[in-house]
Each structure stands twice: as structure tokens, then as C-alpha cells.
């Protein structure tokens, strides 16, 4: 029997700068997998193509500290760019 597979690309920086806009300082591994709708496995790897870009840091084993987070909010604090992230 053939394996039926799709790929789906994120935005990881549209996922930050909602995560951002929510207020979040940290997040874990399964709050990514719910919000992407994936695995964890899938949500670790997208979480640390985040830490690569220099938006969050590990905190834990399944947690991670969003940084940056004033870079994309402006003076007023409005987030900027709320698009969807999928």
C-alpha cells in the first residue's frame, strides 16, 4: 500500500509576529502543534527555525522564549502585520 504524504509550508515569521501580537513571552512545543495544527515533532522543528533566525531562545526541553518582541510593534503598540502564518 502507498503512503499518502502532503507537505505544508509555514511562515515562521508570520507564526512569530502572531505569537507577538498575543502577547506571548513563551511557548511551548504542543501550544505550536495546536496552533499549526502538526505534531510536536514538527513544532520543535519549526520552534527551533526560530531560535536560527534569532526570534526565540530555548528555554527548556519544550519551551521557548520568544525575543525581539518589540521590533515589530509600533509606537503605539499596535502589533504590525497580523496575517495568517499557514
Known amino acids: 500500500m502507498a ?18 501580537a498575543s502577547g506571548r513571552m ?7 502543534a495546536d496552533r499549526v495544527y502538526t505534531n510536536t515533532l514538527s513544532a520543535g522543528r519549526i ?5 536560527k533566525l534569532g526570534l526565540a531562545r530555548k528555554w527548556s526541553r519544550n519551551v521557548y522564549a520568544i525575543t525581539l518582541a518589540r521590533a515589530l ?14
Open 26 to 32: 513563551f511557548v511551548s512545543v504542543e501550544e505550536v
Open 3 to 20: 503512503e499518502h504524504t502532503v507537505r505544508v509550508k509555514i511562515d515562521v515569521r508570520k507564526l512569530y509576529e502572531d505569537l507577538v
Open 47 to 51: 520552534l527551533s527555525q526560530l531560535e
Open 73 to 86: 510593534v509600533k509606537g503605539d503598540g499596535v502589533p504590525v502585520n497580523r496575517g495568517h502564518y499557514v
